[in-house]
């Protein structure tokens, strides 16, 4: 560091942050927002969303020192936290599609879900719908993303998007129910 409080570059680097007080001061008023959002689509894994926020935020820094964003902002830095949380719940479909050949999925479309409703309660079900669906259901509903725009983000067709939707759905419910037991 400098004597004017600017992070100094690697050799033969340009600098590209702020001052360091100013990239700090980001950082902290951004953290709330980024972790609560990771928070609530991790179906309440605390873990899970501080990893997820903590990569987020090495990713904003590395991008920023690569030249690849000229300003570091809210919104941009939540876009970062959503590619981190889509490749996290990637990499643990593709780990559960390796122990799993099938899944069997009753499907219980008229299932009673006119009881209580808990946070509490709608994080554990949500924790426990197979990570793949997890991350659909997250995305179109909590996010309202278009059907069509999560099967791009998860790399499926629409066909095949809105049946992790279906079998997201009955998992959840299934799950949810089984609280009120």
């Known amino acids: 560091m400098n004597d004017g409080g600017a992070l100094v570059a690697s050799e033969g680097e340009s600098e590209r942050f702020p001052v360091e007080g100013d990239l700090r001061a980001f950082f902290e008023s951004s953290l709330r927002e980024v972790y609560t959002y990771l928070y609530h689509r991790c179906g309440g894994d605390r873990a899970l969303a501080e990893d997820l926020t903590q990569e987020?935020?090495?990713?904003?820094?590395?991008?920023?020192?690569?030249?690849?964003?000229?300003?570091?902002?809210?919104?941009?830095?939540?876009?970062?936290?959503?590619?981190r949380l889509i490749d996290h719940y990637r990499h643990v479909a593709r780990e559960e599609r390796t122990l799993k050949l099938a899944w069997a999925v009753p499907d219980d479309e008229a299932a009673d879900i006119n009881?209580?409703?808990?946070?509490?309660?709608?994080?554990?079900a949500l924790e426990a719908v197979p990570a793949a669906q997890r991350a659909a259901l997250a995305l179109h509903y909590l996010d309202r993303v278009p059907v069509e725009r999560v099967a791009l983000e998860l790399g499926k067709s629409v066909h095949a998007t809105e049946s992790l939707l279906a079998r997201g759905r009955s998992n959840f419910r299934r799950h949810y129910l089984e609280e009120q037991a």
């Not at 590395?62 to 809210?74: D, Q």
């Open 115 to 124: 009881s209580a409703w808990s946070q509490e309660r709608t994080l554990r």
């Open 56 to 83: 987020a935020f090495l990713g904003a820094v590395r991008h920023y020192r690569e030249g690849r964003v000229e300003h570091l902002t809210t919104g941009w830095l939540m876009s970062v936290a959503k590619s």
